[in-house]
T-cell receptor, first 112, second 116 residues
Framework: SQQGEEDPQALSIQEGENATMNCSYK?????LQWYRQNSGRGLVHLIL???NEREKHSGRLRVTLDTSKKSSSLLITASRAADTASYFC????????????WGAGTKLIIKP | DVKVTQSSRYLVKRTGEKVFLECVQD?????MFWYRQDPGLGLRLIYF???????EKGDIPEGYSVSREKKERFSLILESASTNQTSMYLC???????????????FGSGTQLSVL
């Protein structure tokens, strides 16, 4: 079952610009997580934000969570070529038996 | 750093073969997971395990089985491989034991399996 849906499906920007990706979900959650996947590799955890948090930062990453709209956004500031990857949100739904439900991802391309 | 190691990056098998995908983690994590990833579908959970010799079905267990004889090792078995099992398989682990909510996952590099 797919709960998170990322938007846009693909995003191409110039190096140095900011990239924003959005995630919407359907049910109440305990937390929402963002992961990065470089082409053909495993996923790497970026940030976990809990349902009682509204914003979280990690280096050039900023994640916001709006539980009233059931949505989250991931902002990457001052993008670099190395940020080229697919980005996934995953939600820990309150009724999902502690399992993460994944979106289909946003493919981000940073042009040099 | 946690290391999750999957035994093969690429695997080519024939229809009907029995296939073993091995996963080992080195950080004493309680929880281990097997996902498959197909384009446009995100990650789908096949099986997971919260303890040695314990397993639970995920969303798409049909055609798969698992084994967890030791805490650090979680194996995915395709009893009789079929072409619709061609996919990227990802193993993951997490800590601590589930108490309140799902914690972050540590992933292996993935195994791209092609069934011909």
């Amino acid at each position: 079952s797919q709960q998170g849906e990322e938007d846009p499906q693909a995003l191409s920007i110039q190096e140095g610009e900011n990239a924003t990706m959005n995630c919407s979900y359907k049910t109440s959650i305990n937390n929402l997580q963002w992961y990065r996947q470089n082409s053909g590799r495993g996923l790497v955890h970026l940030i976990l934000i809990r349902s009682n948090e509204r914003e979280k930062h990690s280096g050039r990453l900023r994640v916001t969570l709006d539980t009233s709209k059931k949505s989250s956004s991931l902002l990457i500031t001052a993008s670099r070529a190395a940020d080229t990857a697919s980005y996934f949100c995953a939600t820990d739904g309150m009724d999902s038996n502690y399992q993460l439900i994944w979106g289909a991802g946003t493919k981000l391309i940073i042009k040099p | 750093d946690v290391k999750v190691t999957q035994s093969s990056r690429y695997l080519v098998k024939r229809t009907g073969e029995k296939v073993f995908l091995e996963c080992v983690q080195d950080m004493d994590h309680e929880n281990m997971f097997w996902y498959r990833q197909d384009p446009g579908l995100g990650l789908r959970l096949i099986y997971f395990s919260y303890d040695v010799k314990m397993k639970e079905k995920g969303d798409i267990p049909e055609g798969y089985s698992v084994s967890r004889e030791k805490k650090e090792r979680f194996s995915l078995i395709l009893e009789s491989a079929s072409t619709n099992q061609t996919s990227m398989y990802l193993c993951a682990s997490s800590f601590p034991p589930r108490l309140v909510e799902a914690e972050k996952l540590f992933f292996g590099s993935g195994t791209q399996l092609s069934v011909l």
